[in-house]
């Protein structure tokens, strides 16, 4: 049996919503009494991922918020998970298991073990994601972009 924690963190861009975030809130909701869900800021995620959302952070905010599973929703802004902490006082933070192992969940890990915070990892939703879904969206685009050739559908001739 799982251990249950009082408020579960659940950080996340959350961009392009799909059922591997809803997933992931899910599976957290049932390892917690609260839940609170913190969407990362348009500005973070430049900063830290070197792009911009394709779903703007209020909209992100917004999608986040509807759902009934998640008690609490912020917008992280600021630098370090441990700042959060600071103001919420999560007793765990929940990840995707593709953090497990890696130098960014075992930085995780450091800072949250000396303030008795959790780091619980879920397993991952292997087929979808926002940068497979972003991918997708560029390749579109770029095939939508009529050659220096292609005539407007306006003005072909018969």
Same mark, same amino acid.
């Given at each position: &049996?799982?251990? &249950?924690?009082? +408020?579960?963190?659940?950080?996340? +861009? ?18 917690? %009494? ?22 703007? %952070? ?11 599973? +998640? ?14 902490? %600071? ?8 990840? $995707?298991?593709?953090?497990? $192992? ?57």
């Amino acid at each position: &049996m799982s251990v &249950m924690h009082r +408020v579960g963190y659940v950080p996340g +861009v959350y961009d392009l919503f799909h059922v591997g975030h809803l997933n992931l809130l899910r599976q957290a909701r049932q390892h917690c %009494e609260i839940l609170v869900a913190g969407v990362v800021s348009d500005e973070i995620v430049r900063e830290r991922k070197g792009f911009t959302p394709v779903v703007p %952070e209020h909209e992100r905010l917004e999608i986040v918020s509807a759902l009934e599973l +998640v008690d609490q929703v912020i917008l992280e802004a600021v630098q370090s998970k441990t700042e959060v902490w %600071e103001s919420i006082r999560f007793d765990a933070i929940f990840k $995707g298991d593709d953090w497990q $192992g890696t130098p960014a969940g075992d930085a995780l890990e450091a800072a949250f073990a000396p303030l008795g915070v959790a780091i619980v990892y879920l397993p991952y939703t292997l087929h979808t994601s926002s940068t497979a879904l972003r991918r997708a969206l560029d390749i579109l685009d770029r095939s939508a972009v009529p050659s220096a050739n292609q005539q407007p559908i306006a003005q072909v001739t018969p």
